[in-house]
């Protein structure tokens, strides 16, 4: 079955560029229709979607991050990736990568931004 991995920095400092990876398995980020999202959980708060990547490599982002994220694909590694820029401490979160057609979670990993 498809599973997901996140990767990346836990720390990172404020005015600096966040960069997480998320490697897939058990299926290919290309195939026809299939989605792969970027959703975050600040400390003591709900989900917050931050944006997808399509099987033909179109994006789609939240409002409220678009001017600062950017998600990418390194189809060769079945990868795609996060950079969130000009983080500042409320960016600190637990990011997870997620399937969207299947509901499928990574296990998310915990980006701190402090200096």
């Known amino acids: 079955q498809v599973q997901l991995q996140e990767s990346g920095p836990g720390l990172v400092k404020p005015s600096q560029t966040l960069s997480l990876t998320c490697t897939v398995s058990?299926?290919?980020?290309?195939?026809?229709?299939?989605?792969w999202a970027w959703i975050r959980q600040p400390p003591g708060k709900g989900l917050e979607w931050m944006g997808v990547?399509?099987?033909?490599?179109?994006?789609s982002y939240s409002p409220s991050l678009k001017s600062r994220t950017s998600i990418s694909r390194d189809t060769s590694k079945n990868q795609f990736s996060l950079q969130l820029s000009s983080v500042t401490p409320e960016d600190t979160a637990v990011y997870y990568c997620?399937?969207?057609?299947?509901?499928?979670w990574g296990p998310g990993t915990q980006v701190t931004v402090s200096s």
């Open positions: 058990g299926g290919s980020i290309t195939t026809s229709f299939y989605g």
């Open positions: 990547i399509a099987y033909d490599g179109s994006t």
């Open positions: 997620n399937f969207v057609n299947f509901g499928i």
